[in-house]
Protein backbone atom coordinates (compact mmCIF):
# COMPACT_ATOMS: atom_id res chain seq x y z
CA UNK A 1 0.00 0.00 0.00
CA UNK A 2 2.87 2.48 0.45
CA UNK A 3 4.47 2.09 -2.98
CA UNK A 4 1.13 2.93 -4.07
CA UNK A 5 0.47 6.14 -2.27
CA UNK A 6 4.16 6.85 -2.61
CA UNK A 7 4.19 6.16 -6.59
CA UNK A 8 1.55 8.72 -6.72
CA UNK A 9 2.96 11.58 -5.03
CA UNK A 10 6.49 11.39 -6.95
CA UNK A 11 4.87 10.20 -10.69
CA UNK A 12 6.31 7.03 -10.66
CA UNK A 13 4.87 3.52 -11.16
CA UNK A 14 7.84 1.90 -10.41
CA UNK A 15 9.25 3.37 -7.31
CA UNK A 16 12.98 2.84 -8.39
CA UNK A 17 13.11 5.09 -11.33
CA UNK A 18 15.31 8.37 -11.76
CA UNK A 19 13.74 11.43 -10.66
CA UNK A 20 11.87 13.11 -13.91
CA UNK A 21 13.67 16.57 -13.16
CA UNK A 22 16.81 17.72 -12.54
CA UNK A 23 17.11 21.35 -10.69
CA UNK A 24 20.28 23.35 -10.75
CA UNK A 25 21.27 26.93 -9.21
CA UNK A 26 23.20 29.18 -11.72
CA UNK A 27 23.48 33.11 -10.92
CA UNK A 28 20.65 33.38 -9.27
CA UNK A 29 18.26 31.31 -11.42
CA UNK A 30 17.05 28.15 -10.70
CA UNK A 31 17.34 25.87 -14.32
CA UNK A 32 14.80 22.91 -14.14
CA UNK A 33 15.74 20.38 -16.57
CA UNK A 34 12.20 18.09 -17.29
CA UNK A 35 13.04 15.97 -20.55
CA UNK A 36 10.55 14.78 -21.99
CA UNK A 37 9.94 11.02 -24.06
CA UNK A 38 9.10 11.31 -27.38
CA UNK A 39 9.17 8.69 -29.95
CA UNK A 40 11.99 6.09 -28.39
CA UNK A 41 14.23 9.36 -27.12
CA UNK A 42 14.36 12.26 -25.03
CA UNK A 43 13.29 15.70 -25.95
CA UNK A 44 15.05 18.86 -24.45
CA UNK A 45 12.82 20.58 -22.33
CA UNK A 46 12.50 22.74 -19.40
CA UNK A 47 12.28 25.77 -17.65
CA UNK A 48 13.78 29.00 -15.67
CA UNK A 49 12.73 30.30 -12.76
CA UNK A 50 13.96 33.93 -11.09
CA UNK A 51 12.24 35.13 -7.67
CA UNK A 52 12.47 38.64 -7.22
CA UNK A 53 10.92 40.61 -4.72
CA UNK A 54 8.78 37.99 -3.67
CA UNK A 55 7.33 37.43 -6.90
CA UNK A 56 8.16 34.13 -8.97
CA UNK A 57 8.64 34.25 -12.77
CA UNK A 58 9.46 31.18 -14.86
CA UNK A 59 10.29 30.28 -18.55
CA UNK A 60 9.18 27.29 -20.32
CA UNK A 61 10.79 26.15 -22.99
CA UNK A 62 11.30 22.66 -25.16
CA UNK A 63 13.62 22.45 -27.95
CA UNK A 64 13.47 20.29 -30.74
CA UNK A 65 16.94 18.52 -30.21
CA UNK A 66 16.28 14.74 -29.24
CA UNK A 67 18.88 12.56 -27.23
CA UNK A 68 18.89 8.69 -26.19
CA UNK A 69 19.21 8.83 -22.85
CA UNK A 70 17.26 11.09 -20.39
CA UNK A 71 20.76 11.93 -18.09
CA UNK A 72 22.31 13.24 -21.40
CA UNK A 73 19.29 15.14 -21.96
CA UNK A 74 18.91 16.86 -18.84
CA UNK A 75 22.09 17.72 -18.96
CA UNK A 76 21.81 19.35 -22.81
CA UNK A 77 18.98 21.16 -21.06
CA UNK A 78 21.01 22.48 -18.42
CA UNK A 79 23.71 24.03 -20.72
CA UNK A 80 20.72 25.46 -23.35
CA UNK A 81 19.49 27.15 -20.24
CA UNK A 82 22.32 28.50 -18.87
CA UNK A 83 23.19 29.93 -22.36
CA UNK A 84 19.92 31.62 -22.12
CA UNK A 85 20.42 32.88 -19.22
CA UNK A 86 23.86 34.47 -20.44
CA UNK A 87 22.49 35.87 -23.53
CA UNK A 88 19.15 37.59 -22.03
CA UNK A 89 18.92 37.74 -18.40
CA UNK A 90 15.72 39.00 -17.02
CA UNK A 91 14.55 39.78 -21.04
CA UNK A 92 13.56 36.20 -20.77
CA UNK A 93 10.78 36.50 -19.30
CA UNK A 94 9.02 39.32 -21.12
Not at 3 to 16: A, Q
Request: hydrophobic share 35%; net charge negative; aromatic share 8%.
Amino acid sequence: MGKIFGSLFKGDTKGDREPETVEVEYNGYRIVAAPRQANGQWQVAGRIVLETEGTLRQHEFVRADHLSSREDAADFTVRKAKLMIDQQGERIFG
